[in-house]
Every structure is written in C-alpha cells, then in structure tokens.
C-alpha cells in the first residue's frame, strides 16, 4: 500500500508541535535514527556514552528515515519519537504505485556505482548527477570491476574526460585486485554516505569494502554477474571506522533519482550552469535561443554533445 500524503493542515500541524518541543524538559532527549523496522526505530542518543534505544513512532510526523536527527520522550520505560529536526535534504524514491517514498534523510555524499560490466548508463548517470546537485549532494564516481579492462584503457567510457573538468571526482576500483580501496575509504571520512547503481555493478562489494569490519548479510553468487547479492532488507545506518557514515537501503542502492520541479534542470549541469550567465536572454532554456553560450559552446566542442543531448531530453520530460 503506497504511504498517503500529508496534507497541508497535517504538515502545519507537526510545524507546530516541533516548534512547542520544550528542550529544558528532563525526558526530551535528541538523537540520530540508526534503523527504521515495522512501527519502531533504532535511535542512537546524542549523549555520549548512552547505548541505543527503541522508539515508537506518532502516526502523525511523516515518514521518519536513517539519518533523520530527531526528538524523543523517554518516560516510563517506553520511548517515542516526537519530532523531526530540520533537514539538509531528503533522498526519495518512486515506489511501485508511483508514490515518492523517503529513504535517507542529511546524506552529504551521493557514491555512484558503475563498472566495466554492465557498461555504464551515461544517461542514468546525468539523472543520479541532476537529483544530487538539486539537494547539495556531492559525489563521488566509482568505476568498479577495472580489473577486466586493458591496463593500457586509462579513461573507460572516457568518465574522467567527461567529469572530472565538471569537478566531479572519478576514481577506478577493484575488489579482486584491490585497487584503490583505501581511497574509496578517505573519500567517505566526514560524509554521510549512500550507494546507489544498477544491478551487477558490485554494490555489495563495494559496501562490503568501506565497511570490513561489519557483517552485512551477502547472499549467493549470481552466475551471469559473479557477484553477491546483497540481502539487505532493513535500512541502517553504518559508522565508518575511519569516520563518517554510510546509508545501507535496498531503496537507495536502486533508487530512480527524483527531480524538484521548482528548479531549473540546467542548475543541474554544471557546465551549462556556468555558462548561462552568458546566454543573451536571462530565461534561456539552451535549446534554439539566439546567442545562447550553451548552444555555442556544445558546437565548439567546449560542452561534451552527449551531456548537452541528456540535458535536452530531461528537460523534455520535466515538460510533460
């Protein structure tokens, strides 16, 4: 059954209590929601030294995600949730009745999976890029399974030459050769980190690898990917040894990037972003406007063609 929307009074409603949340009062605590199952979550408190608790949830704040900082009452031994702090963003996904569904809640690093095999969905790619910019996500592209590609093959898919002068980092893992792992780590320190990518690009391994120490349950091998299946079906939130957290959800790792439509999807480009500033009309859409910066510089070759052409096809759909 798909989660029914708040309606305006509903919203107002919970404003109103969060803002009447009386900080002084001895049973408020505040704290960081580790895992969300069925009617309860799994809180970590934000004083130091105290362990993990169960709370219940009120019907009436929304949906309650990992990473959600949160107010709960503790009295007579039964803890409930009774507020959502304000967040940084919110990751959302479509569910299979076309519902937004909330997912992860103050991500600050979006780890985008691809790999030799499955070749790279470049479309795909410019999606997951859009939604992120849109939330001041910052991201990290993995090339995974480089171990199948010729040593000589330094830029497969040419993703660095496409990205990396955009300023989005690019980097080439392994998991058999175990190559650049270590960096994949650094990278995650100081971020609250989420995976996504299609099916068979390594996620489990890559999940697996940021976190070596935790048992994360990984099922059989699939013959046509050689790899595991992840099992996941609880969310949780992962404190990453080096520092930083990591967002394991089946519907992160698979999840179709959503758009917010009050913004411009060439805010999420930023190459044309750049540029527009140039464009003869403040309102340019970079499609056939005279003296438009973005249409000249995709025929100079300065704007990457198959970049400009994804853009034009998403601003098509945000359109419709």
Do not use: W
Not at 19 to 26: K, P, R, V
Not at 44 to 73: E, F, M, W
Not at 107 to 134: H, T
């Amino acid at each position: 059954m798909a989660k029914r929307k708040l309606s305006h009074q509903q919203k107002r409603r919970i404003t109103k209590a969060q803002q009447s949340i009386n900080l002084d009062d001895e049973n408020t605590h505040q704290g960081l929601i580790i895992s969300h199952h069925g009617g309860e979550v799994e809180v970590q408190p934000a004083s130091q030294g105290h362990s993990n608790i169960h709370c219940k949830l009120r019907t009436n704040l929304g949906a309650i995600v990992c990473g959600d900082q949160v107010y709960y009452r503790q009295e007579n031994h039964d803890p409930s949730i009774i507020a959502i702090k304000p967040r940084l963003n919110l990751l959302q996904r479509l569910d299979g009745f076309g519902q937004l569904k909330a997912v992860a809640a103050n991500v600050s690093q979006l780890i985008i999976c691809l790999s030799i095999e499955p070749e790279p969905n470049l479309f795909l790619l410019d999606q997951y890029l859009l939604s992120a910019e849109q939330q001041q996500i910052e991201v990290l592209i993995v090339l995974n399974k480089i171990d199948l590609v010729d040593n000589n093959n330094s830029d497969p898919f040419d993703l660095k030459k496409i990205y990396s002068p955009m300023n989005y980092r690019v980097i080439h893992t392994s998991i058999k050769n175990n190559l650049n792992i270590d960096t994949l780590q650094q990278l995650c320190v100081k971020h609250t980190n989420v995976i996504s990518g299609v099916s068979g690009v390594g996620k489990s391994s890559i999940t697996k690898a940021i976190l070596p120490e935790t048992e994360i349950p990984i099922g059989e091998i699939s013959e046509m990917n050689r790899e595991g299946k992840h099992t996941t079906r609880t969310s949780r939130l992962y404190h990453l040894p080096l520092g930083g957290n990591l967002i394991d959800t089946p519907g992160v790792r698979g999840f179709n990037p959503i758009f917010d439509d009050s913004i411009p999807i060439a805010s999420g480009f930023r190459e044309i972003n750049a540029l527009a500033q140039n464009c003869r009309f403040s309102n340019c859409q970079h499609t056939h406007e005279p003296r438009c910066a973005v249409v000249n510089a995709v025929n100079s070759g300065e704007i990457n063609k198959n970049r400009y052409e994804n853009y034009l096809k998403l601003l098509q759909e945000s359109e419709k």
